[in-house]
């Protein structure tokens, strides 16, 4: 999964139709979007196949984002579960930019989080810690 970009939008009709022409106009492919709104604010969660040139467009439109490190997470399929995974996240002082349900299957859910930081993230978590990798 690309790096996740939380888009902020006003909440208005076309604003979603101007920032995905924007993209497609580029040749940038999205893998993956969802938003909501609220009030005079939107915002889209989306992933593309080029963060750079994501990134570009976004500056270019005069957009404001954040972006994040993606962690897939699984947690029980029960109430609470996602309260308990969430205030572990904030007592830490990671912020979660973005997330989203993905899947369920047998009695657990698979929650795709963005976060200001990965490493702490994981670290609370108890995940393994991913260490970047030198081709060459």
Known sequence: MGQPFIVQLANRPGELGHLTRALAARGIDIKYISGSGAGD????????????????????????????????????????????????????????????????????????LAVDDEVRAREVLGLPTVYPVSVG
């Open 41 to 112: 604010l939107a915002c889209a969660v989306l992933t593309t196949d080029d963060d750079g040139a994501t990134a570009d467009v976004l500056r270019s439109m005069g957009a404001s984002f954040v972006t994040g490190s993606t962690l897939m997470v699984e947690i029980e399929d029960v109430p609470g579960a996602l309260a308990r995974l969430t205030t572990r996240l904030g007592e830490a002082g990671v912020n979660i930019e973005g997330f989203c349900i993905v899947g369920h299957r047998n009695s657990r859910a698979e929650v795709a």
